[in-house]
């Protein structure tokens, strides 16, 4: 089975700040991750696929990156709305998520 | 519109078993395979078990392994998932999640959720 670890657990940040957010496969995924955001009491939704492409609707302060067993999320100038938990993906060998990242107010 | 509406979720007793239910809408359902997704109260999502367009198809996380069953009827447009032998670690909101059907088999559509709750 494949692990993803993600880091930090919790990230505290103002409004404006680039945050990144890193995930990391136990072995290879080559580029299948994905990006979720998820908020209290809804549903997860899909940001980033394939490990850099930016879902369909999805504000371009979201980005991602990496191939292989490391990637990023990468949120440029952070707003109100982006405080939430993140998780990333992998859908290289079945599916299995990281354990969450909050971004939180700081 | 794409719409996923769960429902089924209830309290039950550890042992016991439940049926969940996933109804589909605003997309052909027959042409896109579908996970189920769980989330234990404050914790982190849980893939859970994977069926195919035609239901012929399936895959489980080990921890349910054995104790769930993923089915479909493709004529009704519905999603079930049979638990049984519940325990207390199967509490949890319970999503059906679609699978992308354009290269990436990410969940691009997700539905709301129904709790399930196994308790004495």
């Known amino acids: 089975d494949i692990q993803m670890t993600q880091s930090p657990s919790t990230l505290s940040a103002s409004v404006g700040d680039r945050v990144t957010i890193t995930c990391r496969a136990s072995q290879s995924i080559s580029g299948r991750l994905a990006w979720y955001q998820q908020k209290p009491g809804k549903a997860p939704k899909l940001l980033i696929y394939?490990?850099?492409n930016l879902e369909s609707g999805v504000p371009s302060r979201f980005s991602g990156s990496g191939s292989g067993t490391e990637f990023t999320l990468t949120i440029t100038s952070l707003q109100p709305d982006d405080f939430a938990t993140y998780y990333c993906q992998q859908y290289n060998s079945l599916w299995t998520f990281g354990q969450g990242t909050k971004v939180e107010i700081k | 519109e794409v719409q996923l509406v769960e429902s089924g979720g209830d309290l039950v007793q550890p042992g016991g078993s439940l049926r969940l239910s996933c109804s589909a809408s605003g997309f052909t359902f027959n042409t896109y395979e579908i996970n189920w997704v769980r989330q234990a109260p404050g914790k982190g999502l849980e893939w859970v078990s994977y069926v195919n367009t035609a239901g012929s198809g399936t895959y489980y996380a080990d921890s349910v392994k054995g104790r769930f069953t993923v089915s479909r009827d493709n004529a009704k447009n519905s999603l079930y998932l049979q638990m049984n032998s519940l325990r207390a670690e199967d509490t949890a909101v319970y999503f059906c999640?679609?699978?992308?059907?354009?290269?990436?088999?990410?969940?691009?559509?997700w539905g709301q959720g129904t709790l399930v709750t196994v308790s004495s």
């Open positions: 999640a679609r699978v992308g059907n354009w290269g990436s088999q990410v969940n691009d559509y």
């Open positions: 394939e490990a850099s």
